[in-house]
């Protein structure tokens, strides 16, 4: 394999259009494709390492007052 058949890998990132809290960790979000030439190679994906609430009330007021 050459060098310029690695050069010719092409890497997409694929996240899920709608991601909804909580997330728990090990949820999958997307993933990143890899492809040569047109055709997939491989494929990994795109997992939570760590569990994400729902934002509150106060989670959002204290973002808006941060901007002040």
Do not use: M
Not at 29 to 34: A, D, E, N, T, W
Request: overall charge negative; glycine content about 8%.
């Amino acid at each position: 394999v050459g060098k310029e058949d690695f050069d010719s890998i092409t890497k997409e990132l694929l996240v899920y259009e709608k991601i909804t809290a909580p997330v728990v960790k090990g949820d999958e979000l997307g993933s990143i494709l890899y492809s040569l030439n047109g055709k997939e190679i491989g494929r990994i994906s795109l997992i939570a390492d760590a569990d994400i609430q729902e934002a509150t009330y106060q989670d959002y007021l204290k973002k808006i007052l941060s901007y002040f």
